[in-house]
């Protein structure tokens, strides 16, 4: 005899299975197959003349849609919006930040900036923005086929771009494809996506220069422009910051992520391991030694006597640790690992004297203190769980921390607790 209790288990367990039957595929020869949904990047072409004739438009300021990059320079704050554009905002209150306006830029994804010119990448060419002031923004500079790794056909002028794109599959090897860009599934939209260092802001000769964060592929030192792509440093000349000059490029090998500059120096982040080139003659950056790791994203800040490099696991790097490195770099040509630590899945990560800040996805924000290399797991200060984190830039305002719903301040005056200022969501959230 069936109970009252025993009817309602059954009929919805009749539901679930009814349900789950929609997710198989089933052939005739009855083999069952799942489907999977993954997000992907499929490539689109695009002539560069169709970019390079249009106008490129100051719109008012709008809401954020996909916050990609931070930036800041002076009051401002910079978020960049990937393949689309960057917004500036005035954030001389970092607990109330507002939207002045939004660069229309097709093809950007990074930024840097010098004495009030911005440099963005705008498909294969950089350009240069006189933004001293931001109500009143203009392009002052096109150098043109600097970036020539997006170029499928350079004789046509063809390029080939990358559009964001969800696709089913039955074949579980489908992440892994080379069709398109490397597919992941979409249970969780990890930015791949600037750091600071005690001495970004401060370039030597009297130039000023902005603060990025630890993902950053742009970075200035010395009256040069510095950018990494997945293969390449590219070293421009811009002492005479409105007219941009490509000087040369360094190939690197392959998987190159992020750059970082600290003393004169350049910290290269890669799949494989960390670069570190000497660019006391800034033109003609030398390398110094490489350390090499196992296949993961990392990005990496420095100070003095150490450097900290995150591993992380992700599609592209899916034999990927989830570690913290701390190396010894006082020998710069002989960088040593002298301890790792396990973490949940570390981006990018921001150091301020003794503490280090590090972005762990969608596992949240920590905080360590670090003055004690040997004993950082023991020293965890904060683990904000509710801050999905991508990047991190230690301000002289505010700590600034972007994640996939948009960018948080804090007030870290007191290290040990953070106090949240402002939040900018993104639109759709």
Known sequence: MKTSLQQPFQWTMQLVLSLMLLLVVTSCEDQVETTYVYQTQVPVFLQVNTFREADIIIEPGKPLDNPGKIYIFGDYLFISEPGEGIHILDNSDPASPRNLNFINIPGTGDMAIN?????????????????????????????????????????????????????????????????????????????????????????????SYGQGGSMARFTLLGGHLYTVDDYDLRVFNVEEPTDPQYLKNINLGWGIETIFPFKGKLFIGSMTGMHIYDASNPAEPQKMAVYEHVTSCDPVVVNDDYAFVTLRSAAVCRMGADELHVLDIKDLYNPKLIKSYPMDNPHGLGLSGDYLYLAEGEHGLKSFNVADVMEISNNQIEHLKDYASIDIIPGPKSLIVIGPDGVCQFDYSDPEKLKELSCISVSFR
Do not use: C, H
């Not at 043109?144 to 969800?166: A, C, M, R």
């Open 115 to 207: 004495e009030n010119i911005l440099y963005a990448d705008n498909y294969v060419d950089l350009l240069a923005f006189d933004i001293s002031d931001p109500q009143n923004i203009e392009m002052v500079k096109r150098e043109e086929d600097v970036f020539p790794n997006l170029y499928s056909n350079e004789e046509t002028g063809t390029i080939v771009t990358y559009k964001d794109t969800l696709i089913t599959s039955t074949d579980a090897n489908m992440m892994w494809s080379s069709w398109g860009r490397p597919a992941f599934r979409s249970d969780f939209m990890v930015m791949e996506s600037l750091a600071f260092s005690s001495d970004a802001g401060k370039a030597g000769g009297g130039q």
